[in-house]
């Protein structure tokens, strides 16, 4: 038997998040939304923070919303990045962060959101 | 006092606990494991290499098993002598407070050994009037606190002065909530009808079923992992345990890892060295499941896998435990920071060893 | 509970704008919001010096369903916050007068360090809200800020300028670290102050903020859970001695007894007993306060 127990921080961060723009019809696609996750990052910490490594490891252009991921020692400053976004291309728009964990598979499933309607 | 800040922009902190052993080994937790991780929200079951369920697996995942969800529950209803007499002692009962969150409100679960255990708020606390422990995460500014209640204790009876004081404090508080609700008598193959007509008159009861889905993959590649060793070999001729873990995250959230986007968007791909694989399948079920089931199924696939029924080299099975409730595995106090994290997976291999991950968030302790 | 609260929703006569604000803070998940009037007490002559408090927002059966599903309820408070800087203002600002009395949470925003002394030592307020989004007008002292902590009054910061102009988030970040020096991320609490919904952030979003801010990741929640109800709880026995008092004796008490001492109460005020400090702290400060009040 063998046993690896890692306690602290965790290499990889994952965020669940999904962007939301005033105007709904707006339409962004990945290459863009990549863009839009690297200006967020330029404004806050400059060309230090532009240069973080993010993965998307999912994207859907219809809600649009992602899985991102990033290393952890970065998870803050990106979270926060995230939440100070508030314009793209002069268009009034929040990052909603859905979810955040350390683990992938945490994604997969969300208890809170099992909602068991009697009505 | 000196006047200095300095800002931490560590993320909160997680455990992950990855355990090598075999099922054949006496020493072996696996059974515990899956026994002790009493409140399980979704289950799934991946095997590579096939494109159905194998026989008994199916089964298993067939079998109807249905939990009861009990509107406005007051918790002198879970005290009361012939609940405790009928179904407590005479089965393994299930219940967890529904839509309570363990780091906004009061949580309450009763597990299968008997034992109630009230998470509370510092007020609802000082007001029940009864005897608990601060919570373990947040010690210095004592906000909420656990407290337990043997309920099969012989001298846990009308009259007793525990048994009044308990009552008295629920009375007092008139605590309530909804519960999700599993039970399973033991011995017998009998359905858990009788628990539901115990409150049915009473109360707003209703019947719910696992949800189940399947999920089909075709030309996956897998990460070729070796079953004795988890970490990385010295000339790359297989993967990590960890770097493993995260692909069956991948996969598990649809992820498509076969090939790597631009590197702008994205630097990952399947972890290196990997194997293509024609087909595999995913099966996932998700409600309120009893450990039993988990374990039905555990052996379910270790059977197949000993009958050959599947080519595959490995099967892995996932189990999430509920956010919000009060204990991980047995009853080691679990809490909710940004994610209330509490899930394991077992990879089990055809040889009978396995690799057991078991995953925490913040406000837990090391499994 | 330690609900989510957002405690800055500027009130506006725009009840459509202010209604999608709150319709966006529920969807992100709080259950309290405070609509904050914000007022210079005393310019004119012969004005009231205080408006009455807002009335909530009415909300629809739809926006309240997911709510009424999970068993919770959302709690709408009345706020107001005073723009004090000279003494005839600070006056004005009596708890026990009407209509000051009839908000749920009553905070100063001092502009010189006249009046922020005077907020940290003895005006009766819930909380301190400063100006961040430029240069303080005074530079802040541990003492004052060490009394106010004793005497439990919460310090805000607002986000939503700084999501709005990366100028005001330069100084807000920088003032709002600046104070995080001398408090040491205690009695803080994270407000909105957004003027449109797009600017509201969820919860623990904000909570991450904090930690930017210099919090460690536990005040940072408390900051918009925990921090908030302390607010509450600091209002709700604001003024009244009884209020105090209980506080400590229940604290003392072994679980299970719970008797409160009542002491005849200085003022007439009846409020009722609040059996929770929250996060007051334990120490003798609000004791010695509540004896000066009975003599």
Redesign the interface.
């Known amino acids: ?13 994952y965020l669940k998040v999904l962007l ?1 723009f ?1 105007d709904k019809t707006m339409a962004v696609d ?2 863009t939304f ?1 863009t839009v996750i690297m200006k967020a990052m330029m ?1 806050m910490y400059g060309e230090v923070g532009a240069a973080v ?1 993010i ?5 859907e252009d219809k809600t649009i919303s992602a ?1 991102l ?1 990033v290393a ?2 970065n ?3 990106l ?2 990045a ?5 314009y793209y291309d002069e268009k ?6 859905h ?14 959101q ?6 | 006092m000196s006047l200095t800040l300095k800002v931490d922009l560590s993320p909160p902190r997680s455990k992950l606990v990855i355990e090598k052993s075999s099922f054949d080994d006496e020493k072996s937790r696996h059974r515990k494991n899956v026994e002790e991780h009493y409140f399980n929200h979704k289950m799934e079951l991946f095997i590579p290499g096939c494109a159905e369920l194998p026989p008994s697996a199916q089964a298993v995942f067939d079998m109807s098993d249905d939990f009861y969800i009990i509107k406005d529950l007051p918790l002198t209803e879970l005290i009361n002598k012939d609940f405790i007499e009928n179904f407590v002692k005479k089965g393994s009962l299930y219940m967890l407070s529904h839509n309570t969150h363990i780091d906004k409100h009061n949580v309450y679960a009763v597990l299968p050994t008997g034992k109630l255990i009230l998470s509370v708020h510092k007020d609802t606390y000082e007001e029940l009037g009864l005897v608990g422990q601060p919570s373990q995460f947040n010690r210095k500014v004592k906000r909420k606190f656990v407290v337990e209640v043997d309920l099969t204790q012989d001298i846990f009876v009308p009259g007793k002065k525990n048994y009044e004081r308990v009552k008295k404090g629920f009375q007092r508080t008139e605590l309530k909530a909804d519960f999700l609700l599993s039970w399973k008598p033991r011995g017998t193959r009998q359905s858990a009808g009788p628990v539901l007509s115990h409150f049915e008159d009473s109360y707003r009861c209703d019947r719910r079923s696992q949800v189940q889905q399947t999920n089909k993959h075709t030309e996956l590649l897998l990460p070729v992992v070796n079953s004795s060793e988890l970490e990385e070999s010295d000339d790359g001729e297989w993967c990590t345990a960890r770097e493993w873990y995260e692909w069956l995250g991948a996969v598990s959230c649809g992820i498509n890892c076969n090939e790597a986007p631009e590197h702008y968007i994205s630097r990952y791909s399947c972890p290196k060295p990997n194997k293509l694989t024609a087909t595999a399948v995913r099966r996932s079920m998700t409600g309120f499941i009893a450990p039993g089931r988990v374990w039905a199924v555990l052996e379910a696939v270790r059977s197949d896998m000993r009958d050959n029924q599947c080519p595959s080299p490995w099967a892995a099975l996932t189990v999430h435990g509920f956010a919000d409730s009060p204990v991980s595995w047995a009853r080691r106090e679990h809490g909710f920071h940004h994610g209330g994290e509490n899930l394991y997976t077992l990879l089990i291999f055809r040889d009978s060893t396995y690799w057991l991950f078991q995953a925490v968030g913040t406000n837990d302790i090391c499994p | 509970m330690a609900r989510f609260c957002d405690f800055n929703v500027p009130y506006s006569e725009n009840t459509e704008n202010l209604h999608q604000i709150v319709e966006m803070a529920i969807k992100l998940g709080y259950e309290s919001v405070a609509l904050n009037c914000c007022v210079t007490p005393g310019t004119k002559k012969g004005q009231a010096a205080v408006p009455s408090p807002p009335k909530p927002v009415e909300l629809s059966q739809a926006t309240l369903a997911p709510l009424m599903a999970q068993r919770k309820t959302f709690q709408q408070l009345t706020r107001l916050t005073a723009i004090i800087e000279t003494n005839e203002q600070k006056y004005k600002l009596n708890p026990n007068n009407p209509p000051v009395n009839t908000y749920d949470i009553l905070a100063v925003q001092p502009l010189n360090m006249k009046m922020f002394e005077a907020a940290c030592h003895d005006l009766e307020v819930d909380i301190i809200s400063l100006d961040m989004t430029q240069k303080l007008p005074f530079l802040l002292k541990l003492t004052p800020i060490k009394r106010a902590i004793a005497r439990g009054i919460r310090f805000e910061i607002v986000y939503a300028p700084a999501i709005r102009d990366s100028t005001l988030r330069r100084y807000i970040i920088s003032n709002a670290t600046d104070l995080m020096t001398f408090c040491k991320g205690k009695n803080i609490i994270l407000s909105s102050q957004a003027e449109k919904a797009i600017e509201l952030r969820g919860p623990h979003d904000v909570a991450n903020l904090g930690v930017l801010f210099g919090m460690n990741q536990a005040q940072a929640k408390d900051a918009v859970s925990v921090n908030c109800r302390a607010v509450l709880l600091h209002a709700e026995t604001r003024g009244s001695a009884v209020g105090v008092i209980s506080i400590e004796r229940i604290m003392k008490q072994t679980p299970g007894v719970i008797s409160v001492e009542r002491i005849p109460p200085a003022s007439a005020d009846k409020r009722t007993l609040e059996k929770d400090s929250g996060e007051d702290p334990p120490g003798k400060k609000p004791k010695m306060t509540a004896q000066k009040k009975i003599k």
Do not use: N
Request: proline share 5%; charged share 20%.
């Open positions: 038997m063998k046993r690896i127990v890692s306690k602290g921080d965790a290499p990889y961060y939301e005033e990945v290459l990549r404004s490594q993965d998307i490891l999912k994207y899985i991921r952890g020692s998870m803050v400053k979270w926060g995230l939440t100070m976004l508030s009034p728009c929040a990052f909603r962060v979810q955040v964990s350390p683990f992938l598979m945490a994604f997969a499933a969300s208890s809170r099992l909602l068991l309607h009697t009505e």
